[in-house]
Nanobody, 113 residues
Framework: QVQLVESGGGLVQPGGSLRLSCAASGIIFSMSWYRQAPGKQRELVAAITRSGSTNYADVVKGRFTISRDNAKKTVYLQMNSLKPEDTAVYYC??????????WGQGTQVTVSS
């Protein structure tokens, strides 16, 4: 059974930075970050394969960076130049053998002045 544990969310001023972490157990292939703002659909923010290939939503390109440590089975999301519209619950996602799809519990990111 895959377990995902997220951390790093919080309250930050516009223009500030946060780094989210997601530590996984079990066998992990690709990992990604999604977010869901109040009243909005959950959307893909960034994804990364085991080999390090990345993909980003257009609205975060140049500001967010996804990375992973395969030995630690941990994925990170470095978020810079944060905007109020980045406010959302951020969810870690992992694809394992099967394939099987798993979600973290979510961590709140609030960007506000």
């Amino acid at each position: 059974q895959v377990q995902l544990v997220e951390s790093g969310g919080g309250l930050v001023q516009p223009g500030g930075s946060l780094r989210l972490s997601c530590a996984a157990s079990g066998i992990i292939f690709s990992m990604s970050w999604y977010r869901q703002a109040p009243g909005k659909q959950r959307e893909l923010v960034a994804a990364i394969t085991r080999s390090g290939s990345t993909n980003y939503a257009d609205v975060v390109k140049g500001r967010f960076t996804i990375s992973r440590d395969n030995a630690k089975k941990t994925v990170y999301l470095q978020m810079n130049s944060l905007k109020p519209e980045d406010t959302a619950v951020y969810y870690c996602n992992a694809v394992s053998a099967g394939p099987s799809n798993y979600w973290g519990q979510g961590t709140q990111v609030t960007v506000s002045s």
